[in-house]
């Protein structure tokens, strides 16, 4: 009827004295005018009249047609639009609980070991090995778990994960025996390897301005959850003992698997799968929880089948990106966990110069036990504080000169924190050099799974994030090696291979080809590879 309508405006200016009627029908979805004279006058309209009449009402509908196809939008534009708000503080406390539930089951490892040690007289390699064990796990189904999460959603991949971790972290406080306890922590591990997912959903709902100082907050919740569980142990171990404490650390994936139900699929995902409907359902729901309205128009989707292949890592545009980030990601946890146990082997010999001397460090029987006292723990609270600072340098860092210099300043002053031990230092400096280390390495982490989830289009974000943090659990395997063997033999030749470590991770972080701040995420690998292609030669 709106043909009908505008018909109506224009001709009956003109034919004031002759009654007409207007009849319309529709048929191939348009609108079809026929004019009917009922009365002569001396104002009777020619066929030319009608004619001109009819070719503007045409003209003016096909221009509101056009300008309603013409309204469209991309899910990146929607999340500019609707904003950081209600339901992304939501999302960050429920990501964030995600966690801190990882923070606390990694924390445990080093709280537990000293007791299951005299409780089961172990022996070193046997107590190393549990550690080892939870590694190997993270390893092997970090890669799997970003399969799972591109191929069937963030969401899925996630609730899976932490319920996996949540019932096998339960079973291993029941383990009767050492070969349980491994089994059981492996399987824990195996669950934990999923848990840097929660980075890829929670980044793909973040606007651009917000989303580096987002998920450094994050870190937030790392830091909270391996402080809470030193302050759990303080209450539960001298009394209860290690299985309750297995058994309370699972309570932030308790909490996790409460509330997953609010938890949404990202849109991106939805899009790229297909089910646009579905993503702008998400969308609506998101306005409304911050007070604002999805863009005017149609939702423009980008389906993408082939998603979650590890050798779409390799496409010539993505290729040295992917390389350098692994080699950033090993650097990263080859060096954060590598500190973590040159702090305790360097302060227990009290300084550097007394680690060359073997009988400060070898134990006197391979079965001696000791279990930990309150100093103990405080020193382990002190030293977690450390997170916090680096967090703080990070946030000031990575919207001002950007995710790549970030964390190559992070790498480099690390490196600078590691020359003065090479001199016979005292324990002041030598905990003040440590502690900048710790919180330089620790912010420059963080700055890696900022930059990450952004570089990598929707397709293959989890992938390779998820790859990523396997090439990380490989450097956290192999840092022992060289923090508690190769120091026995050398302090100076272990020094330098963290030294040497850092300034090739800086190198890497100087020379990645993209860098990400303020800009847009990418949505599929086809995309990618057509603008690539249309970049001028």
Known sequence: MNVLKRATQLGYKQWKD????????????????????????????????????????????????????????????????????????????????????????MMLLSIAAPQLRCEWRLPSWKVAFITAVVFIGMMLSSSLWGNISDKYGRKVCLILCMV????????????????????????????????????????????????????????????????????????????????????????????????C????????????????????????????????????????????????????????????TTLLIW??????AFSYYGLVLLTTELFQAGSVCS????????????????????????????????????LLVSLWMIDRIGRRKSMALCFLVFSLCILPLYACTQRTVLTVFIFIARACISGGWQVAYVYTPEVFPTATRAIGIGTSSGMARVGALLTPFVAQVLLKSSVYLTLSVYFLCCLLGAAASWVLPMETMGQSLHESTHTTMEQENRKPQ
């Open 164 to 259: 996996w971790t949540l019932y096998y972290g339960l079973l291993s406080a029941f383990a009767p025996v050492y070969g349980w306890i491994l089994v059981l922590r492996g399987l824990v591990g195996f669950g934990l390897g999923g848990a840097p997912q929660s980075v890829t959903l929670y980044t793909e709902f973040l606007p651009v301005k917000s989303r580096g100082t987002s998920v450094i907050l994050l870190g937030v919740f790392w830091a909270l959850g391996a402080v809470f569980e030193v302050l759990l142990a303080m209450l539960i171990m001298p009394t209860l003992g290690w299985k309750w404490l297995l058994a309370l650390s699972t309570i932030p994936l308790v909490v996790f698997a409460a509330s």
């Open 327 to 332: 080699f950033i990601w090993f650097c990263n």
């Open 355 to 390: 680690v060359t001397d073997n009988s400060n460090m070898e134990p006197r029987c391979s079965l001696a036990c000791k279990y930990l006292t309150i100093h103990d723990y405080k020193d382990l609270l002190w030293t977690t504080l450390a997170e916090f600072p680096g």
């Open 18 to 105: 002759t009654d007409i009627s207007f009849v319309t029908f529709q048929t191939d979805d348009q609108s079809i005018l026929t004019v009917k004279e009922e009365q002569s006058g001396e104002n009777e309209p020619n066929d030319q009249g009608v004619r001109n009449i009819l070719e503007q009402v045409d003209l003016g509908d096909r221009k509101t047609r056009s300008s309603d196809i013409s309204e469209t939008f991309t899910v990146e534009e929607a999340v500019e639009v609707i904003g950081f708000g209600k339901f992304q503080w939501k999302l960050s406390v429920l990501t964030g609980v995600a966690w801190m539930a990882d923070a606390m089951e």
């Open 261 to 320: 139900c609010w938890l949404p699929e990202s849109p991106r995902f939805d899009v790229l799968r297909g089910r646009e409907d579905k993503a702008l359902k998400t969308l609506k729901n998101i306005a409304a929880a911050n007070g604002n309205c999805v863009p005017k128009g149609r939702l423009v989707t980008i389906r993408q089948d082939d998603r979650g292949r590890i050798k779409d890592l390799f496409i010539p545009e993505y290729c040295k």
